[in-house]
Nanobody, 124 residues
Framework: QVELVQSGGGLVQAGGSLRLSCVVS????????LAWFRQAPGNEREFVAA????????YYSNSLKGRFTISRDSGKSTVYLQMNNLKPEDTAVYHC?????????????????WGQGTQVTVSS
């Protein structure tokens, strides 16, 4: 069992920045990927970014690469999502998630453990 507790998020103006945090605890042995997904009202939950928990390799949605950065602090068992130059279309609930499946890091069905979600609202 893996527990994920998120913090961060909130309301920001377009062009601003936010950082989301996700503290990982529990039985993390065998965890391959930590990822961020987001879901806007009426939309499917979509992949944002992922990081290999052990090695730190990062992967991004093509549409978000360059504005969003995923990172981890192994000592704090925390994964971060730094979001810069935010746009109104980034408004969504953001979820961190953990997967013990080696491949398809962008497939949400591979992620068994999820954080509680945090709202990010970008005003124009």
């Amino acid at each position: 069992q893996v527990e994920l507790v998120q913090s961060g998020g909130g309301l920001v103006q377009a062009g601003g920045s936010l950082r989301l945090s996700c503290v990982v605890s529990g039985d993390t042995f065998g965890t391959y990927f930590l990822a961020w997904f987001r879901q806007a009202p009426g939309n499917e939950r979509e992949f944002v970014a992922a990081i290999r928990w052990t090695y730190g390799y990062t992967y991004y949605s093509n549409s978000l690469k360059g504005r969003f950065t995923i990172s981890r602090d192994s000592g704090k068992s925390t994964v971060y999502l730094q979001m810069n130059n935010l746009k109104p279309e980034d408004t969504a609930v953001y979820h961190c998630a953990a997967s013990n499946i080696y491949n398809d890091y962008d497939r949400k069905s591979n992620y068994y453990w999820w954080g509680q979600g945090t709202q990010v609202t970008v005003s124009s």
